[in-house]
C-alpha cells in the first residue's frame, strides 16, 4: 500500500516508516527536518504541517499516520492538532472535504496518554485531547469507507524525552510510578500503528491508550527551571 506518515526523522515517525518498508509498502514522509531513511521505497518531503498549502500535492495514500509533533515548544496546538487536522484534511478527503478519497482505508493519529490524563504541559495535554475528540470526528466522516483510530503511548524512549531519559534522578522517579519499569521503544508502538492501520478492519473511532500502567499518576516528573 502507499502510506503517508508524518514527523519520519526521528522517533514513534521514523520507526512507523521503517516497519512499513520493511513490510513491504511504499512510504511517504514528511517532517520538517531532512530524510533520516534511505530505501527505495522511501520518498522524503521536507514540508510544514502548519500550513496546509506547503503540503505536498498529488499524494493519495491509502493509510495516513499524522505523528507529527512537538512538546512544550510555544506551538504545540498549532502542529500537534491544526497539523494533524490539516494533514488529515488535505489527504483523507476528495477535493470539497466532505467525501472520502477514493483510495483512502486508513487513519491513524499519533495521540498521547497525556490526552487521557493532562500529566504534562499545559497546551501538550490540550493538544493531543483535542487528536482525541479529532479521531472520532474523522472516523464517523470516513466510514464506512475507511477507519480512524488513535494511538496514544504512554513514555516513549525519544529525543523529546532526553531532559527525564538523562537525568538519573528523574528517571527514578518516572521508573518508580512505572508498574513495568521501563518505557516503550519506538519500534513497539510502530508495531501498534501497523496493526491499527493495516491488521483491524472492525475498530473505528477509539483512542487506543497503550501505556505500561502509570497513566494512573498524575506525578508529572520533568526539571525545574
Known amino acids: ?20 518498508l520493511a513490510r513491504g509498502h511504499r512510504v511517504w514522509g514528511l517532517d520538517v527536518l531532512p530524510a533520516s531513511i534511505e530505501h527505495p521505497r522511501y520518498q522524503h518531503f521536507v514540508a510544514d504541517v502548519r500550513g496546509r498549502e506547503a503540503l505536498p500535492a498529488d499524494l493519495a495514500p491509502q493509510v495516513i499516520v499524522s505523528n507529527a509533533g512537538v512538546q512544550d515548544s510555544g506551538a504545540d496546538i498549532d502542529v500537534n492538532l491544526k497539523g ?8 483523507a478527503f476528495a477535493p470539497g472535504g466532505r467525501a472520502p478519497a477514493s483510495q483512502v482505508r486508513a487513519v491513524v493519529l499519533v495521540g498521547s496518554s ?18 482525541l475528540a479529532y479521531a472520532k470526528n474523522l472516523a464517523q466522516r470516513l466510514a464506512p469507507q475507511a477507519t480512524c483510530n488513535s494511538v496514544d503511548p504512554g513514555g516513549v524512549l525519544t529525543e523529546l524525552n532526553r531532559p527525564v531519559m538523562d537525568d538519573p534522578v528523574l528517571w527514578e522517579r518516572i521508573m518508580s510510578l512505572t508498574p513495568l519499569r521501563r518505557w516503550a521503544t519506538p519500534e513497539e508502538i510502530a508495531e501498534w500503528i501497523y496493526f491499527v492501520g493495516v491488521t483491524n478492519r472492525f475498530m473505528t473511532g477509539q483512542n487506543l491508550l497503550i ?6 499518576s498524575f506525578d508529572f516528573v520533568w526539571p525545574e527551571e
Do not use: Q, W
Not at 1 to 20: P, Y
Not at 211 to 216: I, L, N, P, Q, S
Open 1 to 20: 500500500m502507499d502510506v503517508l506518515v508524518t514527523g519520519t526523522s526521528r522517533g514513534i515517525g521514523r520507526g512507523t516508516a521503517e516497519l512499513f
Open 84 to 91: 494533524a487536522i490539516n494533514v488529515c484534511e488535505r489527504y
Open 114 to 131: 497525556s490526552g487521557h490524563t493532562g500529566a504534562e504541559f499545559p497546551e501538550y495535554a490540550a493538544s493531543k485531547g483535542g487528536v
Open 211 to 216: 501505556d505500561g500502567g502509570e497513566a494512573g
